[in-house]
């Protein structure tokens, strides 16, 4: 595992006073730590740069820390997290752990523990496990968020990064745009507005375009589909009619 000085960490907490303590803990055992207290800061933040630990509040400012959980796994599946929250019921408990936590921490507590348990989330980093996202000659490196097609680099925005991982996440099943809107806006499906139908086409024009296999389909009446990843057997037949 690379040395502390070398580790990123960002700590999303509503209360300020506690962020700075916590930081302040971190930057004397010589990690990097950034600060946020906003959802949608945090949000940005967590998509945009590459963590190695995420620390989050089970509530932020103006916004469900579950649900900007929510929000950050479905494009970065893989960087451990721990809640850091004043809520301490069980359902509490199993609730940010359904969400995506990897990781149970009730306020108050103690700095010391807080150090153990990212020491032990960090040497877990090490395991090997599968980074790269695949649906025939697609590929998504989910550490570096390399977008290459047939081996052709392919550059994306955040945002249509995080709606290419979340279809990607569930290759194979048709998403509705409530689904996309609530997972990749965090926002609820609001049917007068058409920017989950705007970045889709975004996501094709890059994705699809000038190659004879479409990837990402539209079923007409529900929400879109992209193919099953590589090795979950053939694709059944669907509308891919543009929007």
């Not at 907490?13 to 916590?22: E, L, R, S, T």
């Not at 207290?37 to 932020?60: F, K, M, S, T, W």
């Not at 408990?93 to 995506?100: E, N, V, Y």
């Not at 409530?178 to 139908?197: G, Q, R």
Request: proline share 2%; net charge neutral; glycine share 6%.
């Amino acid at each position: 595992m690379p040395k502390s000085a070398c580790m990123r960490i960002l700590i999303a907490q509503y209360d300020v006073h506690v962020a700075k303590y916590v930081q302040a803990r971190l930057q004397a055992e010589h990690f990097t730590a950034d600060l946020a207290c906003d959802g949608p800061e945090v949000q940005r933040l967590a998509v945009e740069n590459e963590y190695d630990l995420l620390i989050i509040d089970g509530r932020l400012n103006g916004t469900d820390g579950l649900q900007v959980l929510r929000f950050i796994r479905v494009s970065k599946p893989l960087v451990p997290v721990i809640i850091l929250s004043e809520q301490d019921a069980i359902e509490d408990r199993i609730r940010g752990l359904d969400a995506g936590a990897d990781d149970y921490l009730t306020k108050p507590f103690s700095s010391a523990e807080l150090s153990a348990r990212i020491r032990a989330l960090l040497r877990r980093v090490g395991r090997p496990n599968s980074q790269i996202m695949r649906v025939q000659d697609l590929e998504v490196d989910l550490r570096s968020r390399v977008v290459t097609r047939a081996g052709k680099r392919i550059d994306l925005s955040s945002r249509e990064y995080v709606l290419l991982t979340y279809l990607l996440h569930n290759a194979g099943r048709v998403v509705t745009r409530s689904m996309i809107m609530e997972h990749v806006w965090t926002l609820a499906y609001d049917t007068s507005t058409n920017v989950v139908d705007v970045y889709i086409n975004y996501l094709r024009s890059k994705i699809d375009k000038g190659f004879q296999r479409r990837l990402i389909r539209t079923i007409r009446g529900v929400g879109y589909q992209i193919e099953r990843r590589t090795g979950d057997g053939e694709v059944e037949d669907c509308d891919d009619s543009e929007t």
